[in-house]
Structures are given as structure tokens and as C-alpha cells.
């Protein structure tokens, strides 16, 4: 098979239309992974912490769902986890669900499966790519969990057969193990100099755009719609103050949390103490300094979206001062909007971040209040 080399200008062409929410989302996955699951916590987990099933955060449920953003892996039955909580369509019965070749009963079951888990690390630590295509746990499970712990190792593809054809594709040699072909794929992102210094989701999403899709420009993952076309209504400023404060404080904290998760899941935890605060200034514009990898700043305005029923679409308020200084030429391709989503009870649940400067080629902006200063001695008033 001749090889299909990867040229300067596709991956141009990719990162000029690459979704950087996309990106960023799938990274602060991983950094909350890690603060929830580190390696060294793996030895002590129980079977509640391990099985997906019971509706209460898991090991599983975390890898499987709460990291969609890094990889998916959803598709397959839970017995790719080796051990679950659940019932079946021939018996509808919450209960224990195990593959017989761990075992003949759920405590020896789920020792099989975490002795397996604790043996794919230290496989996985070592390269050692016979030990960990021979480990007993699914493939798509163990690709997960391997670049989700070792991103500098596996890149984050756990489908085999995406695996091998896009490794055949780059005339990568055959007859390798699976979990070779997934470090392969990491080297091959490294060597080359364009890419060397993205992230894995970036250079996984590039993989799949012209060896799966076939398709370098239709990746944007955001659901943004144009601005419609404009209707004028009157404004309430009694509904834009209101809960204000409280809104803002809770989308604050719940930004900064993911913010530091982004870092930690980059592999850039030394910078988390490195966020510098500057909501207390208004004049700087922006509410976090915070960065996108050593050196390089990431400025962050969080702003609380709510739902605009009437017309059918999201919003946020923003300042005259926030939009200039987000405009501004120095620092306008680094201004971020963390744009934070609340659930219907009133808790913020998601974050989208999004470069301002593109964030407003697809949204519309619309002057809502003018702060009027006179100075009072030059006002003429009638008794």
C-alpha cells in the first residue's frame, strides 16, 4: 500500500477550521478524570467505585461517559467493562452482571477485572504492547483508559479497526500489536513539526477528517447558529440585574474548576497555581489570566448563558469595555468567552469555550444600556 503522507497544507487547512471548544472541552475530560481517578487510587478501588450501574459516579461511568469528549467507546454493551450493575432483556433484574471468563461470582469477577486493570498500567507504563493486547479486558476499554493515563504514549483512538486502517493508511508496518499502532499514531503527530506540539484530541480529530470522514473542513463540533434576522423588543433591566450576582459567582467557580481541569488534563498542572484572578479590576477586561500552554496566555471572560424563549435563542450580557479589549488586536486571537450552561434546577453543568473574536461571526450583538455621566452644575433645571 503506498503511503498516504500527511502534507504542511492539510493540516493548514485542519487547524484554520478546527474547533477549538471541541479541544479544549475534551482535555478539561481528562483533567477531571484524573482528579477523580489518579493511578495510585486504582489499588484501593471497590466494586461500588468500579461498576457502572447504580446511577452514583464510577470508574466506568467516568471513563465511558464523563470523557466522551477524549474518546468515545460508547456503542458496545457494558460487558466491555468485564463487570457491571444492571439487568438484561431476558431478566429484568438490577443485579450483578459478569463475563464468565472472570469468574463465577461478582467478588471473584471483580478481582479478575481490577487485577487485570492494575496489570494494563503497568503494561501500559512499559510499552509493554504484547502484555496489553493479551490483557482480558475489551480493546476499546483499554484504549481508553491507556490514553486517557498515558497521553504522552497512546494517542486517543480505541476503535481497532480505526486503529490499524489509519496506521495502514500512513504505511505504518503491518503485523504489529494494536496498542503499538496506538503509540505509533502518537509518534507520528510528534515527529512532524506542524503538529508536534498539539494536543492528542487535535491531532486524533485530524486522523479521523482525512483517513475516516475523508473531510478536512466540515469538523466544527459547535451547534452555533447564525444570527437571525433582527427583531426589536423592549428590554427589561430589572431582569437583567436580577440574581445577577449570585448567577455570576456560581459560573465563576464552576469555570475556573473546569479551566484548572483543562490544564491538569494538557499536562500542564504546575500552571493550575499560576491562574491569576482579575475580577476585582473591570478595566482589564477579562476575569481570568490563565494560559494555553507555558508561556503562551489564555485570557478568560466567564459569562452565565441563559435562554432567550421569544427568540428562540442563547444569550449573555457583555460590557462595552469587554468586547474592546476583546477586539483588541495584541491579545484578540487569546480572548476567550467560558460560556457557562445551567441545568433546570439552577446549577451550572457545562462550560463552552470559544475565541471571541470568532464567537461574534456567528452571533449578534445587540447595545441593551448606555451609562450616561453629566456633571450637574451644567444642567439647567426649572424649579
Known amino acids: ?39 495510585q487510587k486504582l489499588k484501593s478501588l471497590s466494586i461500588e467505585e468500579y461498576v457502572i450501574g447504580k446511577g452514583t459516579a464510577s470508574f466506568c461511568a467516568c471513563v465511558e461517559v464523563k470523557t466522551k469528549a477524549w474518546a468515545s467507546i460508547q456503542g458496545a454493551t457494558a460487558n466491555k467493562f468485564g463487570i457491571y450493575y444492571g439487568k438484561k432483556k431476558s431478566d429484568p433484574k438490577m443485579q450483578y452482571r459478569y463475563t464468565m471468563k472472570f469468574g463465577k461470582n461478582k467478588n471473584e469477577a471483580f478481582n479478575a ?15 509493554n504492547f504484547r502484555e496489553i493486547d493479551n490483557n482480558p479486558l475489551s480493546q476499546m476499554f483499554k484504549a481508553k483508559i491507556l490514553s486517557l493515563y498515558f497521553p504522552g504514549s497512546y494517542l486517543n483512538i480505541c476503535s481497532s479497526e480505526h486503529i490499524k486502517k489509519i496506521a495502514m493508511e500512513m504505511n505504518i508496518p503491518e503485523k504489529k500489536f494494536i496498542s503499538e499502532y496506538q503509540h505509533l499514531l502518537l509518534k507520528e503527530k510528534l515527529k512532524n513539526n506542524f503538529s508536534k506540539d498539539w494536543s492528542n484530541p487535535k491531532f486524533m480529530s485530524f486522523l479521523y477528517a482525512k483517513f475516516i470522514r475523508g473531510d478536512l473542513i466540515d469538523i466544527l463540533h459547535n451547534a452555533i447558529k ?50 491569576e484572578d482579575k475580577r476585582d479590576i473591570p478595566s482589564y477586561g477579562y476575569d481570568y489570566l490563565s494560559y494555553h500552554s507555558p508561556g503562551h496566555k489564555r485570557y478568560i471572560e466567564v459569562k452565565s448563558v441563559g435562554r432567550d424563549r421569544k427568540e428562540d435563542c442563547y444569550r449573555f450580557y457583555l460590557s462595552e469595555n469587554e468586547r474592546t479589549i476583546s477586539i483588541t488586536e495584541k491579545i484578540s486571537d487569546d480572548y476567550y468567552f467560558y460560556l457557562v450552561f445551567f441545568d433546570k434546577n439552577g446549577e451550572p453543568f457545562d462550560v463552552l469555550a470559544i475565541r471571541a473574536k470568532e464567537f461574534y461571526l456567528e452571533s449578534e450583538t445587540t447595545p441593551c444600556a448606555y451609562i450616561v455621566r453629566f456633571d450637574m452644575n451644567k444642567i439647567n433645571i426649572n424649579p
Open 113 to 127: 477485572v481490577k487485577y487485570s486493570l492494575l496489570n494494563l498500567i503497568e503494561a501500559g507504563k512499559s510499552l
Open 226 to 275: 447564525p444570527p437571525r434576522k433582527k427583531v426589536r423588543r423592549k428590554v427589561n433591566f430589572e431582569e437583567i440585574s436580577a440574581n445577577r450576582d449570585a448567577i455570576g459567582k456560581a459560573s465563576e467557580k464552576f469555570a475556573i474548576d473546569w479551566e484548572k481541569n483543562r490544564l491538569i488534563g494538557l499536562g500542564y498542572t504546575d500552571l493550575v497555581n499560576k491562574i
Open 1 to 39: 500500500m503506498s503511503r498516504k503522507p500527511i502534507l504542511k497544507s492539510e493540516l493548514q487547512t485542519f487547524s484554520k477550521n478546527f474547533d477549538t471548544s471541541y479541544e479544549d472541552r475534551a482535555v478539561a475530560a481528562r483533567g477531571n478524570f484524573l482528579q477523580a481517578y489518579p493511578i
